[in-house]
């Protein structure tokens, strides 16, 4: 199976190297908009483009990757809410299993439904360890999901849960408080979590400022992804880039 975007995503957390993913929803873009986001994107040295949504209502999954696909070399990541958002002409997927959660169909039923069709789109296949964390307010994320969130506070809960994942091989740990969350992860969750497992750690849910990456950064994630955010104001990309690649290093 292909490696190469994950054998990246290891070799730049060696670096400290830290990644800023910008999240597209199929269901809130169109032509125009994901123009205007790829060429802040190209600009501001975006890393990823993660696509997909807890409900993806729209059919243009395809078009909005082709779209992204012809026009630059950002690297294109499934973040899908369900199997139907798999896209051939995407890079990788990120094949989630929500271990936060309790719900066998979205640990493991939906998997062993969609296995073959998943292995025949040919993508880089990136087993990560979901867990969504309580952010103030019930996000689609966790309506669809039929499972309770970790709560804010737990952050021994988070721990055992990511390091648990991580010994059940997953490659990447995503921290996620949901799109559109009133309150985003505690740099204190983000730093228990990173300080106790190797593998790359995504953030993302409800950071609207750049500081807010900053300080995750800083804390300890790697790839740190804003949607909601840029879906408001595309200009904040630049900022939010800027803030990521701050050449911060964890000591
Ligand atoms: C949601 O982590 C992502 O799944 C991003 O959240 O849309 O709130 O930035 P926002």
Redesign the pocket.
Known sequence: MKQELHNKLVDKKKQGKKSFAV?IDPDKVDVASIEQILELSIEAKVDYFFVGGSLVISTHLDECIQQLKAACNIPIVL?PGSPSQVSKYADALLYLSLISGRNPELLIGQHVISAPFVKKSGLEIMPTGYMVIDGGAPTT?SYISNAAPIPADKTDIAMCTAMAGEMLGMKLIYM?A????KIPISEKMIEKVSSHIESPLIV????IEPEKAYLNCKAGADII?????IEKDASLIKEMSAAVHSGFVKI
């Open positions: 999240l973040f994320v996620d949901g799109s559109g969350a993302g849910g409800g950071i992804v804003v949607g909601n955010a």
